[in-house]
T-cell receptor, first 113, second 111 residues
Framework: EPEVTQTPSHQVTQMGQEVILRCVPI?????FYWYRQILGQKVEFLVS????????KSEIFDDQFSVERPDGSNFTLKIRSTKLEDSAMYFC???????????FGDGTRLSIL | TQLLEQSPQFLSIQEGENLTVYCNSS?????LQWYRQEPGEGPVLLVT?????EVKKLKRLTFQFGDARKDSSLHITAAQPGDTGLYLC???????????FGAGTTVTVRA
């Protein structure tokens, strides 16, 4: 069964550094998402992406964050100047249509030191 | 952001017993999805319900969407230790495509 893959599975970074989290969505899906889950808290929406542009973003997704689809398969989340509170699991998801079921990757655990 | 309340937060039962997890909101959702999440992994989609009053079955799991599309339930019949896990409900509103998640219900089935 097709799946969403994310790399790396774990990223450890010094505070202030930039990180890029990578995702390969399911190949025929057109809608892409990033979510975040801080330890012990709910999964939170960050951003949705369709037709090469952001379609919606949450208040969490400020100027520190950016997303890109650099080629036909990858979808990336860049976090600039990381802070301690950016430590969380980051999940990528994709769906084949806007209201369609979203399929999640296994996440990247980001640890900021 | 639409708020989804899940209850109970924790549920511990003996193998063979039945259980029900509830997901409630004051908001209307165009669809609602149930996921199961294992530690260190991403949420795995179990089912999507779209129509008010809809009932879907997945082996021993029964999912129901409320008539008004504001609430949903997950019922597990004759629970087994393999059903142990975190169950999440998540809704999509009619205004956008983002998922709003509940806090989850941790189910433990004792052998």
């Amino acid at each position: 069964e097709p799946e969403v893959t994310q790399t790396p599975s774990h990223q450890v970074t010094q505070m202030g550094q930039e990180v890029i989290l990578r995702c390969v969505p399911i190949s025929n899906h057109l809608y892409f998402y990033w979510y975040r889950q801080i330890l012990g808290q709910k999964v939170e929406f960050l951003v949705s992406f369709y037709n090469n542009e952001i379609s919606e973003k949450s208040e969490i997704f400020d100027d520190q964050f950016s997303v890109e689809r650099p080629d036909g398969s990858n979808f990336t989340l860049k976090i600039r100047s990381t802070k301690l509170e950016d430590s969380a699991m980051y999940f990528c998801a994709s769906s084949d249509y806007g209201e369609g079921p979203q399929h999640f990757g296994d996440g990247t655990r980001l640890s900021i030191l | 952001t639409q708020l989804l309340e899940q209850s109970p937060q924790f549920l511990s039962i003996q193998e063979g017993e039945n259980l029900t997890v509830y997901c409630n909101s004051s908001s209307v959702f165009s669809s609602l999805q149930w996921y199961r999440q294992e530690p260190g992994e991403g949420p795995v989609l179990l089912v999507t319900v779209v129509t008010g009053g809809e009932v879907k079955k997945l082996k021993r799991l029964t999912f129901q969407f409320g008539d008004a599309r504001k609430d949903s339930s997950l019922h597990i019949t004759a629970a087994q230790p393999g059903d142990t896990g975190l169950y999440l409900c998540a809704g999509i509103s009619s205004n956008d495509y983002k998922l709003s998640f509940g806090a989850g219900t941790t189910v433990t089935v004792r052998a």
